[in-house]
C-alpha cells in the first residue's frame, strides 16, 4: 500500500471548515483513498473515500487533485466533537487498512 | 441495527499466559478484521476473516490466530503473551463488496504484566 503523509496536528476555530490536508505521491492507479477518524478512547470511525473524483456525504467532502498525489479532507462546520485524530490511508487490496498516526485536529471554542 | 461489539473491555495478564478476545460483528457483515493499537500509534492490522478463512494477515507472529465463526462473530488468540503485547485491540467488521469501509468496535485494553 501507498504511504500517506499528514501534519501531526491542527487547529480549527468552531464553526468554520477545517481542512486537513493529506499527501500520497506514491498512489497507484487502482488504490483508493479513506478517511477514517478516531476520537478519543474509541474506535475509528469511516468518514468517506474516492478514487478520481470528489466525493461528498453527509459528514465531510474529500477533494483529490487531478494528478492524485495528494487529497484534502473537508469538515464544513466543525464542532467540539470534531476533536479527533484523523486518518488518511491509501490502498485497495485485501492487505488491510494501513494507518499511521494521523492528524491530530483540535476544534477550538 | 446494532453495531460492533468487543469483549471483554479491559484484561490484564501476565507475560507468557494466553488471551481470547470476542468480537461481534455488525449485523449483516460477512468479513471481520482485528487489529493492534499501541498507545500514541495507529492501529495495526492483524488478520482478516471472512467465510471462516483468513484472507490476509499483517506483519504478526505465529502465536496471534483467529477464529470467525459461522454467525460472523470472531476470536482473536494472543499465545505467550510479552509485554509489547500491551494494547488496545479492535475489531472491524465490513461487507466482503466493500471491505475497506470497515465499522469499528470500541476495543479490549490488554494490558501484560
Known amino acids: 500500500d501507498a504511504k500517506t503523509t499528514q501534519p501531526p496536528s491542527m487547529d480549527c476555530a468552531e464553526g468554520r471548515a477545517a481542512n486537513l490536508p493529506c499527501n500520497h505521491s506514491t498512489i497507484s492507479g487502482n488504490e483508493y483513498v479513506y478517511w477514517y477518524r478516531q476520537i478519543h478512547s474509541q474506535g475509528p470511525q469511516y468518514i468517506i473515500h474516492g478514487l478520481k473524483n470528489n466525493e461528498t456525504n453527509e459528514m465531510a467532502s474529500l477533494i483529490i487533485t487531478e494528478d492524485r498525489k495528494s487529497s484534502t479532507l473537508i469538515l464544513p462546520h466543525a464542532t467540539l466533537r470534531d476533536t479527533a485524530v484523523y486518518y488518511c490511508i491509501v490502498g485497495g487490496g485485501a492487505d488491510g487498512l494501513t494507518f499511521g498516526k494521523g492528524t491530530h485536529l483540535i476544534i477550538q471554542p | 441495527e446494532t453495531g460492533v461489539t468487543q469483549s471483554p473491555t479491559h484484561l490484564i495478564k501476565t507475560r507468557g499466559q494466553q488471551v481470547t478476545l470476542r468480537c461481534s460483528s455488525q449485523?449483516?457483515?460477512?468479513?471481520v478484521s482485528w487489529y493492534q493499537q499501541a498507545l500514541g500509534q495507529g492501529p495495526q492490522f492483524i488478520f482478516q476473516?471472512?467465510?471462516?478463512?483468513?484472507?490476509g494477515r499483517g506483519n504478526f507472529p505465529p502465536r496471534f490466530s483467529g477464529l470467525q465463526f459461522p454467525n460472523y462473530s470472531s476470536e482473536l488468540n494472543v499465545n505467550a503473551l510479552e509485554l509489547d503485547d500491551s494494547a488496545l485491540y479492535l475489531c472491524a467488521s465490513s461487507f466482503r463488496q466493500v471491505w475497506n469501509e470497515q465499522f469499528f468496535g470500541p476495543g479490549t485494553r490488554l494490558t501484560v504484566l
Open positions: 476473516y471472512y467465510r471462516e478463512e483468513e484472507n
Open positions: 449485523s449483516g457483515h460477512n468479513t
